[in-house]
T-cell receptor
Framework: GENVEQHPSTLSVQEGDSAVIKCTYS??????FPWYKQELGKGPQLIID?????GEKKDQRIAVTLNKTAKHFSLHITETQPEDSAVYFC????????????FGRGTSLIVHP | NAGVMQNPRHLVRRRGQEARLRCSPM?????VYWYRQLPEEGLKFMVY????????ESGMPKERFSAEFPKEGPSILRIQQVVRGDSAAYFC?????????????FGPGTRLTVL
């Protein structure tokens, strides 16, 4: 089955800095790559996703890049703000009717004011 | 448009009791997924259901756990004879019936504590 590695497990930055979280995966059939933000006591919230037919997608301060050859994808957050502090999860798996994603273990992002 | 709803948000049970967790998917969604999350860990898939059908239950423990998604009403995750190791956050997610079938939206979760 799919194996997803997420790094780093903890990331501490100053407000205004950029943050990058990286995930690697093993199944070359994976073609859908969402990122979730989970705040304390809440459910994961989909913040951005990318499909294998594109290499990069951007939404305001958040971007995701995908390298299918190397089997890794990354989340980039620019101009970080304290409200970006949360746990971020990547996920992936083969897309389609019975999509069962495999999640990374999460990255705890702390943005210091 | 209401999001995925789960109840209760917190559930406390004593060992040996039953726990029932409910999930109402987003409007227009007919696919429901249940996940378990232990502290400081990622989400582990348990079961995938469509209305009146279990599609994939490969992540569900073979004993004490069951799930259903009836034609009417919410999806139910049922844990019989709970043990302390069942203490976790349980999340459900839903995805649409057409279009981007793999885009999942999560509910707020049910935090189960077994005493």
């Amino acid at each position: 089955g799919e194996n997803v590695e997420q790094h780093p497990s903890t990331l501490s930055v100053q407000e205004g800095d950029s943050a990058v979280i990286k995930c690697t995966y093993s199944d070359s059939a994976s073609n859908y790559f969402p990122w979730y933000k989970q705040e304390l006591g809440k459910g994961p919230q989909l913040i951005i996703d990318i499909r294998s037919n594109v290499g990069e997608k951007k939404d305001q301060r958040i971007a995701v890049t995908l390298n299918k050859t190397a089997k890794h994808f990354s989340l980039h957050i620019t101009e970080t703000q304290p409200e970006d502090s949360a746990v971020y999860f990547c996920a992936t798996g083969p897309s389609g009717g019975s999509y069962i994603p495999t999640f990374g273990r999460g990255t705890s992002l702390i943005v210091h004011p | 448009n209401a999001g995925v709803m789960q109840n209760p948000r917190h559930l406390v049970r004593r060992r040996g009791q039953e726990a029932r967790l409910r999930c109402s998917p987003m409007k227009g969604h007919s696919h429901v997924y249940w996940y378990r999350q232990l502290p400081e860990e990622g989400l582990k898939f348990m079961v995938y259901l469509q209305k009146e059908n279990i599609i994939d239950e490969s992540g569900m423990p073979k004993e004490r756990f069951s799930a259903e998604f009836p034609k009417e009403g919410p999806s139910i995750l049922r844990i019989q004879q709970v043990v302390r190791g069942d203490s976790a956050a349980y999340f459900c997610a839903s995805s649409p019936e057409t279009g981007q079938l793999d885009t999942q939206y999560f509910g707020p979760g049910t935090r189960l504590t077994v005493l």
